[in-house]
């Protein structure tokens, strides 16, 4: 019986021995298994430039922002006509402009608007009265070498207005010689102006498409056409017409479309 017992439990050990599978070692697999750090770092290279190619794969350095020939078109209002008509200035203007952006680096540029004078007290305490359009055309050129929200600018502008003004005097002119009165009261003279202008700007970015952008402007008087009984006291988008040259500005708002 003791026999019998023990041959039975040699035979279950075989029997259990034969059925184990068999298992290779590590070193003489067939397949070629990369190290895992070497797969956690082409991962995240990967990852990284899928989100942005940001990161150049080669040198693993940050890569530049790509720049366009065509960058976006600009929009935007003027607030410095605005804010002298809030303040009861005697001359004012209401300005818009549309510029393109190429290459982050040259601005051709639209300007228009319309100037108005409202002024008394002249030599002769006359009263002079114009509103007309104007417009300029032109081009900035970014001289900030980085492609970001903040530039400084220069750039030229070409400027035109054609406008019927009118001067009119509270008394009546007396002539001096005669002793003759006579009463002025001019209206619908007519007149234009070109001009040019050396433009240096500064912009910086306010919230993604938002900008704020000042300028300050020389204005050069290239000719003009006047009237031959009054010489109008303010071109509308020049500026006071007693000089061939002045200085005017802007204070913008800009908007990317």
Known sequence: MNRSLS????????????A?????????????????????????????LHLGDLVDKATGKKKKKEVYFLNGVTVGIDFVGLGMKLFGSDWSNAEVL???????????????????????????????KVTAPYFRAGLDYNINKKHNANRLTVGLRYGFSSYKYDIDSPDPLVDPYWGESRELKLTGL????????I???LE????????????IR???RLSQKKSDVGMPWY????????????WGGSFKLLIDI
């Open 7 to 18: 041959l039975l439990l040699l035979c279950l050990v075989a029997l259990v021995s034969s």
């Open 20 to 48: 184990r599978p068999h298992v290779a070692a590590v070193d003489s697999l067939p397949i070629d298994v990369p190290p895992v750090d070497s797969l956690a770092t082409d991962s995240l290279t990967t990852d990284t």
């Open 98 to 128: 549309a510029r393109i952006n190429l290459l982050d680096k040259f601005f051709p540029i639209a300007e228009l608007g319309i100037g108005s004078a409202d002024h008394s007290g002249a030599e002769l305490d006359n009263h002079f």
């Open 190 to 197: 007519s007149g234009n102006c070109h001009w040019a202008e």
């Open 199 to 201: 433009v240096v700007g």
């Open 204 to 215: 910086t970015r306010l919230w993604t498409i938002i900008h704020l952008g000042w300028d």
């Open 218 to 220: 020389l204005k050069f």
């Open 235 to 246: 071109i509308p988008g020049y500026g006071k017409s007693d000089g061939a040259t002045c």
